[in-house]
């Protein structure tokens, strides 16, 4: 469900006409809906709500840290799930009180946690023997005490693309279940620290509802161990992973909703008398974002038609990285008697690996054509580099009829200006030459 539509012939993010944000902006840029990222919450924290379950979100800003993004669903009620103190100090910046993030990943700097001890975070989730250690001997020396989950690895198979499988022994995240006694001993006698919850997050993407299954069965067996040897675990997180339709037949048979993901939950641990937290990312705003970008140069060979667009691998790099796929519709809408042709829509820069789709059957698009990637929300502007020296893109969130550049296109100044010559290189660019 998501609010980028045809109206009468032109694609519309909610009630704005893509067409006129890139004639005051220029392509290639991320445009993102306010309706949709709403909906998308509510759809989700409601279906657990619904069933009874005490729970809490926890927005996964991996999947989208824009500061209007965050602050649109901080207003909704959500808190923050974040991999590092650049993260944090954006959902604080959008309005999310420390009191409500959630302190993730597998490798914190000890300079990152002495931050989020500072500043008082909600939780951190430790995924080592040695962040243990080093959190403990961080908050005793702050005089803090550090509340932590123990993120366990239950080895499943989240059947999701192997880069983004999380859950099983090979992977690098989380400690083996089958150590979860072992190291919950640990956590209680070392000072500064108070284990307060289980944490598990298998993979993203997930299509099918058993990988969950199989995990929450897993932790709920965890949970009554831990509370036999006289572990008080109150509180259980159980990241992320929803999965979203990226093309129009998984439209017909869409990846689980939330109201069937919100049963297993129920099921599985419904009685076990704990506050529940939730990280989703993905699925509530990948379908509320597209890419925008222009038909540079029509290449029509034998057997293909080559798009190249103003936008490449570094704007949105999930084909390249995951063989993802992203639904590509002219914004314009196609006459249905437009002849469809088999089109290879790549980007500008010098990678073979720079292709968004093959042999993708299109209506003829022709140069100076605008297109619009669907799916876009999530892990697209976050991935972003300047590859090429190309300069970050726009971001813009509509609201209705408005919108706003919530992310302004980098100026060239910006991107140089990042860069210094070295002391012993003449200093005086002008001399460079
Ligand atoms: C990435 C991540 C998430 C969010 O994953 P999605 O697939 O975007 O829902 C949640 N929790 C943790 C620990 C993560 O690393």
Redesign the pocket.
């Known amino acids: 469900m998501h609010h980028f539509d045809y109206i009468d012939g032109e694609m519309h993010a909610e009630n704005v006409p893509i067409q006129q944000i890139a004639d005051e902006i220029g392509t290639p840029f991320y445009v993102y809906s306010t309706a949709t990222l709403v909906r998308h919450y509510q759809v989700f924290a409601g279906a657990l709500t619904a069933l009874g379950l005490d729970s809490e979100v926890?927005y996964?800003i991996?999947?989208n840290s824009n500061l209007s993004v965050i602050a649109t669903l901080a207003a909704e009620g959500a808190g923050a799930?974040i991999?590092s103190e650049g993260e944090m100090r954006r959902a604080m910046a959008a309005g999310v009180p420390a009191s409500r993030i959630v302190y993730?990943?597998v490798g914190k700097s000890e300079a990152e946690l002495t931050f989020a001890l500072s500043e008082n975070v909600h939780q951190i989730?430790v995924e080592s023997d040695s962040e243990l250690e080093t959190l403990s001997r961080l908050a005793s020396s702050m005089g803090k005490t550090a509340r932590i989950a123990i993120?366990v690895n239950p080895d499943v198979d989240a059947k999701t693309h192997a880069k983004?499988s999380?859950g099983k022994k090979e992977n690098k995240?989380g400690i083996d279940i089958d150590r979860a006694e072992e190291i919950y001993a640990r956590a209680a006698a070392l000072p500064g620290i108070e284990p307060v919850s289980v944490?598990v997050?298998i993979?993203?993407?997930?299509t099918e509802l058993e990988p969950y299954r199989a995990t929450f069965v897993r932790v709920a067996e965890l949970v009554r161990r831990l509370r036999e040897l006289g572990h008080d675990i109150r509180h259980l997180?159980l990241?992320?992973?929803?999965?979203i339709p990226y093309t129009a037949a998984q439209s017909n048979s869409p990846p689980p909703a939330p109201d069937d993901y919100a049963r297993v939950v129920a099921d599985t641990l419904g009685d076990i008398g704990c506050k529940l937290a939730f990280?989703?990312?993905?699925?509530?705003?990948?379908n509320a974002g597209m890419l925008i970008a222009k038909t540079l140069i029509v290449k029509q060979g034998e057997a293909r038609r080559f798009l190249v667009l103003d936008a490449a691998m570094n704007d949105l790099i999930r084909p390249a990285l995951y063989e993802g796929h992203h639904e590509i519709k002219p914004v314009k809408e196609p006459n249905p008697k437009t002849p469809v042709q088999a089109h290879d829509v790549v980007g500008p820069v010098c990678e073979t690996g720079d292709t968004f789709a093959t042999e993708r059957a299109l209506p003829l698009i022709n140069e100076g054509e605008l297109v619009a990637f669907g799916s876009a929300g999530?892990?697209g502007a976050v991935m972003a580099s300047t590859y090429n020296s190309r300069p970050l893109i726009p971001e813009v969130l509509v609201s209705d009829d408005q919108f706003s550049v919530v992310r302004p296109r980098q100026t060239y100044e910006m991107l140089l200006g990042m860069d210094r010559i070295a002391d012993w290189l003449p200093a005086d660019q002008e001399n460079a030459d």
């Open positions: 926890f996964a991996k999947a799930d991999v993730s990943g989730n993120r983004i999380t995240f944490a997050h993979g993203s993407q997930l997180d990241g992320g992973g929803l999965g990280e989703p990312g993905r699925m509530i705003v990948g999530a892990y």
